[in-house]
C-alpha cells in the first residue's frame, strides 16, 4: 500500500522560508513523477509544483516559480518543496502526491482527472 507523509509545515512571518519533505513507502517512488498541491480554506486543491520520475525535469505553477524549488532524493524515496519569500497568499494545507503510472514527465502531474496518490497534507500559514 502506498503511503505518503508530509512534514515540515508551520507558521512563519512573510518573506520567511519553509522546507517541506514527504516520504513515501509501499513501492519504488523512484520510477513516478511526484508533485506538491496546496489547499487554501474555502478553495479548490491547486498544483504547486511537479517533478518527473528521475528528477531531471520541473515544472511550476506561476506563483511558485523563482520562489519554490522542488527536488526529490529518490535513495531515501523522499520528495522536499523548499519555499523562500513566502507571502500571506501561500497560507494552505500541502499535499504530496504521485504519479501512478511510472516513467512520466513533470507535466503529467497538473492534467485534470490524473489518478494520484495522496499524502494528508502538512499546514502551512504565512502571517503578514
Known amino acids: 500500500q502506498v503511503q505518503l507523509v508530509e512534514s515540515g509545515g508551520g507558521l512563519v512571518q512573510a518573506g520567511g522560508s519553509l522546507r517541506l519533505s514527504c516520504a513515501g513507502s509501499?513501492?519504488?517512488?523512484?520510477?513516478?513523477?511526484m508533485g506538491w498541491f496546496r489547499q487554501a480554506p474555502g478553495k479548490e486543491r491547486e498544483f504547486v509544483a511537479a517533478?518527473?520520475?528521475?528528477?531531471?525535469?520541473?515544472y511550476y505553477e506561476d506563483s511558485a516559480n523563482g520562489r519554490f524549488t522542488i527536488s526529490r532524493d529518490n535513495a531515501k524515496n523522499t520528495l522536499y518543496l523548499e519555499m523562500n519569500s513566502l507571502k500571506p497568499e501561500d497560507t494552505a494545507a500541502y499535499y504530496c502526491?504521485?504519479?501512478?503510472?511510472?516513467?512520466?514527465?513533470?507535466?503529467?502531474?497538473?492534467?485534470?482527472?490524473?489518478?494520484?496518490?495522496w499524502g494528508q497534507g502538512t499546514p502551512v500559514t504565512v502571517s503578514s
Open positions: 502526491a504521485t504519479d501512478t503510472q511510472e516513467y512520466r514527465g513533470p507535466s503529467t502531474m497538473v492534467q485534470p482527472g490524473l489518478k494520484k496518490n
Open positions: 509501499g513501492r519504488t517512488f523512484s520510477n513516478y513523477a
Open positions: 517533478i518527473s520520475w528521475s528528477g531531471r525535469r520541473t
